[in-house]
T-cell receptor, first 112, second 111 residues
Framework: GEDVEQSLFLSVREGDSSVINCTYT??????LYWYKQEPGAGLQLLTY?????DMKQDQRLTVLLNKKDKHLSLRIADTQTGDSAIYFC????????????FGIGTKLQVIP | EAGVAQSPRYKIIEKRQSVAFWCNPI?????LYWYQQILGQGPKLLIQ????????DSQLPKDRFSAERLKGVDSTLKIQPAKLEDSAVYLC?????????FGPGTRLTVL
C-alpha cells in the first residue's frame, strides 16, 4: 500500500529558508499536496504538484519533486513566525475515488 | 466561497456514550471525506462519499462508527458506543475534483 514519510521536527530562524521533506511510495500517476495545520485548526491547502512536474513556485513556496527517488520537498523562503505550524505531505492517486495517504506531519518551529 | 463547516468544535463525553458530528461541505463539492486525526499523527481516512454513495469505508470501525450523507450534501458521523481510544480530532473535507478542502475539525475527548 501507499506510504508517506516525513521528518518530525524542523527549527529555523526567522528570515531563513525552511525545507520540509517527504518521501512517498506510490509509483502511479499522483497528485502530491502540502497542507499546513495550525494549533486547533483544520488543514489548510498550501500547494500541490502533479507527478509530471518537477517544480512549482507560488510566492514564498517552492515545491520540488524528484520522481526517481519519490522525494518531495517544500521550501519556504524568508520564513516568518506565522509559518510555525505542522506541515503535512499527502499523496493522492489521480482519477478520484482513491485513498488519500497523509504523512505524520513535520512540526516547523520558527525562532524569532 | 464559504468553507467546510463542522459542528460542534469540541465535545467531551464519557466512554460508552454516543456522539454525532455534522459536516456541511463546500457548495457543489460532490466528494466528502471524514478523517480521524489522533494527536501527533496525520489524518486517517474513515469514509469517503461520492454524492450520497459510499466510495471507501475500509478503515471505518463499523461496529461502532456510522456515517451518512443524505441528499448528497450534509453528512453526519456517529460513534456508538465511544471508547477512550476514539479521542481525536474528526476532520471533514470536501472536493470537486482531487483537491480536498478541510473544515476546522471537531475535537472529541472521551473520558
Amino acid at each position: 500500500g501507499e506510504d508517506v514519510e516525513q521528518s518530525l521536527f524542523l527549527s529555523v530562524r526567522e528570515g531563513d529558508s525552511s525545507v520540509i521533506n517527504c518521501t512517498y511510495t506510490d509509483s502511479s500517476s499522483t497528485y502530491l499536496y502540502w497542507y499546513k495545520q495550525e494549533p486547533g485548526a483544520g488543514l489548510q491547502l498550501l500547494t500541490y504538484i502533479f507527478s509530471n512536474m518537477d517544480m512549482k513556485q507560488d510566492q514564498r513556496l517552492t515545491v520540488l519533486l524528484n520522481k526517481k527517488d519519490k522525494h518531495l520537498s517544500l521550501r519556504i523562503a524568508d520564513t516568518q513566525t506565522g509559518d510555525s505550524a505542522i506541515y503535512f505531505c499527502a499523496e493522492i492517486p489521480s482519477g478520484g475515488y482513491q485513498k488519500v495517504t497523509f504523512g505524520i506531519g513535520t512540526k516547523l518551529q520558527v525562532i524569532p | 466561497e464559504a468553507g467546510v463547516a463542522q459542528s460542534p468544535r469540541y465535545k467531551i463525553i464519557e466512554k460508552r456514550q454516543s456522539v454525532a458530528f455534522w459536516c456541511n461541505p463546500i457548495s457543489g463539492h460532490a466528494t466528502l471525506y471524514w478523517y480521524q486525526q489522533i494527536l501527533g499523527q496525520g489524518p486517517k481516512l474513515l469514509i469517503q462519499f461520492q454524492n450520497n454513495g459510499v466510495v471507501d469505508d475500509s478503515q471505518l470501525p463499523k461496529d461502532r462508527f456510522s456515517a451518512e450523507r443524505l441528499k448528497g450534501v450534509d453528512s453526519t458521523l456517529k460513534i456508538q458506543p465511544a471508547k477512550l481510544e476514539d479521542s481525536a480530532v474528526y476532520l471533514c473535507a470536501s472536493a470537486r475534483t482531487d483537491t480536498q478542502y478541510f473544515g476546522p475539525g471537531t475535537r472529541l475527548t472521551v473520558l
